[in-house]
């Protein structure tokens, strides 16, 4: 029975890391550190999305759940699901939008229709241009938002995706303190003057999105 006592302690250890594995939580709740935003990396080495040392991994996306939201698998055969740091794209119900937060939408029955469309065409736009592609996945600032996704850039054949969407006028900026904000404050402000996307609403032309 001694015997039995002394290895209890190390089967407890071992039994709480295994779960801790399986329920895909992080490792610590220390701040992780923040990759580099401007650029890929030449070589991102991480693995698991867990891993606190890590801030870039290449995946695959196999699911894009909206415009700013997308399903990754990882090198360790872990899907997670990866919210665009900095970007918010409309919803794609018109219950769920909100014109208040995109600055010269009315809060009308004509701006909801016109974001619902917005939303429509984010998503279809993410799910042609990330569906079945390689990305890279770069963390900044904090890694996890509230739900538990990761907050990250996603860049493809080298190319920033979350730029994308606010140069194209399919999202605006979600404007919180990470090291791209001046930046996509600047991409959202030049699709706004131009009108472009979601930015070049009218009113009398607010129609049905194509589905």
Known sequence: MRSRRRYLPVLAVVALLVLAGCAGVPVTDSGPPTGDLDSPPDDPDGVDPNDPADTAWTGTVVRVVDGDTMEVEFPNGEVDTVRLLGVDAPETN??????????????????RVHLRAWGIEASAFAESELA??????????????????LLAVLYVDGEEFNERLLSGGYARLYDTEFAKRDAYAAAEADARERGVGLWGFDEAAAVEPRL
Do not use: K, L, M, N
């Open 94 to 111: 018109v219950e769920s939008t909100s014109p208040a937060e995109f600055e010269g939408i009315p809060e009308t029955d004509a701006g």
């Open 132 to 149: 079945g592609e390689e990305v890279t996945v770069v963390t900044g600032g904090d890694r996890r938002g509230g739900y538990g996704r």
